[in-house]
């Protein structure tokens, strides 16, 4: 059944970096698309696990406001990048810096795009965040909500390739201790999908707007991956 989907971005990302893509997906689903409408220094405290209650206070608001307008109930959830990630915490009915958020109460579907779940990297939130919520709640953890987890591979690191090969290697190495593997150009596919999950791979994708190519918000790719984590399972078909 069509209901509302809310979208959480990524790190020192701001809610009008997705106007775009909430527009191809209404277009898509008729329904309301909810922007989680974040700053850039929302971001900023997250160096350890208490920094991320600011984002998680905003989505739980948007997620709520969401699923008041759903004829479910219920919404579907939408993180792209580090914001995956806080997706699968926000699930949570445990108490998380005092607060329980029990988004699994709101939402009955979360999709990642190009989400590090499984990072080594030094990065802040690509290793704090990652191996803090693996420890807690691995894999698709909630047997009430449906995970479905979206990579991208357009970019092969190499160190004797390109600057943008070059880059996703040390990137992709920071992140899995292998630099010579595909991914969106950011995180490297074995990163970005979960175990557990509905698993979808898009040749061709970038991790966000100038990585070269298209990214997982664009209207076309939008309809493929939509296509695949929805619809399909609507109708009871196996994604292809």
């Known amino acids: 059944m069509s209901q509302p989907t809310v979208i959480l971005g990524g790190f020192l990302s701001f809610g009008m970096l997705y106007s775009d893509m909430r527009e191809a997906l209404m277009q898509i689903i ?4 909810w922007i989680v409408e974040t700053q850039s220094h929302d971001w900023l405290p997250g160096v350890i696990p208490p920094g991320w209650s600011r984002i998680l206070h905003k989505l739980d608001r948007t997620v709520r406001r969401a699923a008041n307008e759903s004829k ?18 926000y699930l949570s ?31 802040m939130y690509g290793k704090w965040m990652s191996q803090w919520v693996n420890r807690r709640y691995p894999g698709a953890c909630f047997a009430q909500v449906r995970y479905t987890s ?50 979808i791979t898009l040749d061709g994708v970038g991790h966000f707007m100038g990585f070269g190519g298209p990214w997982y918000g664009d209207q076309e790719i939008l309809s493929q991956w939509w ?12 994604p292809k």
């Open 30 to 33: 008729d329904q309301p698309v």
């Open 72 to 89: 479910t109930g219920r919404v579907t959830l939408i993180g792209h990048s580090a914001g995956g990630v806080l997706g699968r915490l």
């Open 93 to 123: 009915t445990k108490p998380f810096m005092g607060h329980a958020y029990r988004g699994l109460d709101y939402v009955d579907h979360l999709i990642t795009l190009g989400s590090p779940h499984y990072n080594q990297r030094r990065f």
């Open 150 to 199: 979206i990579a991208g591979r357009m970019v092969r690191g190499d160190t004797h390739g390109s600057l943008r090969e070059r880059h996703a290697y040390t990137f992709y190495r920071e992140s899995i201790g292998q630099g010579d593997v595909w991914g969106d150009g950011l995180v490297p596919v074995a990163s970005a999908l979960l175990d557990g999950s509905l698993q």
């Open 227 to 238: 296509q695949q984590a929805c619809t399909d399972q609507e109708k009871g078909d196996s």
